[in-house]
């Protein structure tokens, strides 16, 4: 049985507990949603840390109150005990590329090592990109960069790819996500396209630890005045009966409350 519940916030719909490492995958939004998420979680109980095991742009000043750029080990395990109580939210990233603008992240193996330390509460990782994309198939031989301790693993997908062809426009990797759903490139995007990317063996949460829980987040939600094509969709999911997937937020990562609902399945 399908069920829903209005929750706006993401620390409640994600059910996110002291510890957690986080891994965001999939599709456009992960940056906003992990900045969003951390803001939620930073109430000065330890150190929330973010961070990314690909790249990312740099975030406003707003969203990234501490940043330490580093690729030494130790100076950032220096950097998290000498401020323990003094900062409560940093970003890490091993070097600034200014060919790109982007932030370098850390290894998944570095970032599984952190999250072990006293002082971190929690960290939350951007484990691939999509290039702004609605919809993305991973290339497996690169992607995602899920570090093994991750205990949340979240794909991001944007509602607004329902409908769409399936191109390279629309679909990062399209040809990738024409190999996984069987849709042919220029084919229209469905809800079971959709669904087929995000559960595939070699879709959006591969290799994702096997201790990890998975929780789909539909982005965008707002685009559409009436919930019921991301409920829809959200009950798809479920329906497929993941063994480790049991809910689906629903949400905008841009608005604030970013989550109009969770969607059950029990």
């Avoid at 951390?38 to 961070?51: D, K, P, Q, S």
């Avoid at 330490?68 to 100076?75: Q, R």
């Avoid at 905008?252 to 399945?265: G, R, Y």
Wanted: charged share 20%.
């Amino acid at each position: 049985m399908i069920s829903t519940k209005a929750i706006n916030s993401l620390r409640e719909a994600l059910d996110i507990q002291p510890k957690e490492l986080v891994s965001l995958v999939g599709a456009g939004g992960k940056t906003t949603l992990m900045f969003v998420l951390a803001r939620e979680l930073c109430n000065n109980i330890g150190l929330v840390i973010t961070t990314t095991t690909t790249k990312i742009f740099p975030p406003p000043s707003s969203d990234i109150p501490s940043l330490l750029i580093s690729p030494e080990e130790k100076e950032i395990i220096d950097f998290i005990y000498e401020n323990v109580g003094k900062v409560g939210h940093v970003t890490i990233a091993s070097e600034s590329l200014a060919d790109c603008g982007k932030l370098q992240g850390m290894s998944p193996s570095l970032v599984s090592k952190l999250i072990r330390l006293t002082p971190v509460n929690c960290i939350i990782v951007e484990a691939d990109g999509a290039s702004r994309r609605p919809l993305k198939a991973p290339n497996p031989a690169l992607e995602p960069l899920i570090p093994q301790q991750t205990s949340l693993v979240i794909p991001v997908v944007g509602i607004d790819a329902l409908g769409c062809k399936l191109s390279e426009e629309n679909v990062f990797r399209s040809a990738i996500a024409s190999k996984l759903t069987g849709l042919p490139l220029g084919g229209i995007v469905s809800p079971e396209t959709m669904v087929t990317l995000i559960l595939h063996p070699s879709g959006i949460i591969t290799g994702s630890p096997n201790q990890a829980r998975i929780i789909p987040f539909i982005n965008k939600v707002d685009l559409h005045a009436d919930l019921s094509i991301a409920r829809d969709l959200a009950s798809k999911i479920l329906d497929r009966s993941h063994p480790r997937i049991h809910r689906v937020v629903l949400g905008q990562a841009q608005l604030n409350p970013p989550v109009i609902e969770v969607v059950f399945k029990g």
